[in-house]
């Protein structure tokens, strides 16, 4: 008889959904604002898909960008009713809030000056930045939040690939969370950015996983993540804060 001595690893996965998470904390469900969702159907569909996937709860985070999507606390809001209405009517057995995403740039300083933020789970506020250069401003604009009392989080840092692991280590030296895009671990978004995803999570500097949802394409990359044993092993394996907000 001939022994294996050495056996491969399973890939199948240990969890079967994101209910280890609990909550879903960057997503674009709010229609009709930014380029996330076009209508409050494709927002109920994407949100029965998330509850299908084991999320218990959803924090959608419209874009604030004054150069592409100018909106404010108001519009956002206004439209979240809208959503909140629908989600009631169809007796959707989920929680549901809302806040923003939003760009590091000069005029989000005076945000930060006027108080004038949308932020969940207490004093948690999601920023992203440029894809391209990072802010000159953004230890700046990180500092102005955490002197007022805001706990902020970076968006998707694995797509700031002109970074390098230990800037990341800086930011979150300097008081910053990190939220990594589910999707990225699929090489959704290319190499690079799945490459950079794995060596922040095994660096351990990866705080929270968020989907960014945005259309219901990005439910079915998904879909597909929650049947790969590699990516669920991995989730399972690793802490986030995902279920205390």
Same mark, same amino acid.
């Given at each position: 008889?001939?022994?294996?001595?050495?056996?491969?690893?399973?890939?199948?996965?240990?969890?079967?959904?994101?209910?280890?998470?609990?909550?879903?904390?960057?997503?674009?469900?709010?229609?009709?604002?930014?380029?996330?969702?076009?209508?409050?159907?494709?927002?109920?569909?994407?949100?029965?898909? @998330?509850?299908?996937?084991?999320?218990?709860?959803?924090?959608?985070?419209?874009?604030?960008?004054?150069?592409?999507?100018?909106?404010?606390?108001?519009?956002?809001?206004?439209?979240?009713?809208?959503?909140?209405?629908?989600?009631?009517?169809?007796?959707?057995?989920?929680?549901?809030?809302?806040?923003?995403?939003?760009?590091?740039?000069?005029?989000?300083?005076?945000?930060?000056?006027?108080?004038? @933020?949308?932020?969940?789970?207490?004093?948690?506020?999601?920023?992203?930045?440029?894809?391209?250069?990072?802010?000159?401003?953004?230890?700046?604009?990180?500092?102005?939040?955490?002197?007022?009392?805001?706990?902020?989080?970076?968006?998707?840092?694995?797509?700031?690939?002109?970074?390098?692991?230990?800037?990341?280590?800086? @930011?979150?030296?300097?008081?910053?969370?990190?939220?990594?895009?589910?999707?990225?671990?699929?090489?959704?978004?290319?190499?690079?950015?799945?490459?950079?995803?794995?060596?922040?999570?095994?660096?351990?500097?990866?705080?929270?996983?968020?989907?960014?949802?945005?259309?219901?394409?990005?439910?079915?990359?998904?879909?597909?993540?929650?049947?790969?044993?590699?990516?669920?092993?991995?989730?399972?394996?690793?802490?986030?804060?995902?279920?205390?907000?």
């Amino acid at each position: 008889m001939i022994f294996q001595l050495f056996k491969k690893k399973s890939s199948r996965p240990i969890i079967s959904d994101f209910s280890i998470l609990g909550a879903d904390m960057h997503s674009h469900l709010v229609p009709g604002i930014d380029d996330g969702s076009k209508s409050v159907e494709m927002s109920l569909d994407m949100i029965r898909g @998330l509850m299908a996937l084991g999320y218990q709860k959803i924090i959608t985070t419209p874009h604030i960008r004054p150069d592409y999507f100018p909106n404010t606390t108001e519009t956002i809001m206004t439209g979240f009713g809208e959503l909140q209405k629908a989600v009631e009517k169809e007796k959707l057995d989920i929680e549901l809030e809302c806040a923003a995403e939003y760009f590091v740039d000069y005029e989000f300083r005076e945000k930060i000056d006027n108080e004038d @933020l949308l932020t969940f789970s207490g004093n948690h506020i999601l920023i992203e930045i440029s894809t391209f250069s990072p802010p000159p401003n953004l230890y700046e604009s990180i500092f102005q939040l955490k002197i007022k009392g805001y706990q902020p989080i970076v968006a998707h840092p694995e797509r700031y690939t002109y970074y390098q692991v230990d800037e990341f280590r800086k @930011l979150k030296d300097f008081g910053c969370l990190l939220q990594v895009n589910t999707m990225s671990l699929t090489g959704h978004y290319g190499k690079p950015i799945k490459e950079l995803a794995q060596k922040l999570l095994k660096a351990d500097l990866v705080d929270l996983l968020g989907t960014d949802m945005h259309h219901p394409g990005h439910l079915e990359v998904l879909q597909k993540a929650s049947k790969d044993g590699k990516i669920m092993n991995l989730i399972a394996n690793k802490e986030f804060r995902n279920a205390t907000l």
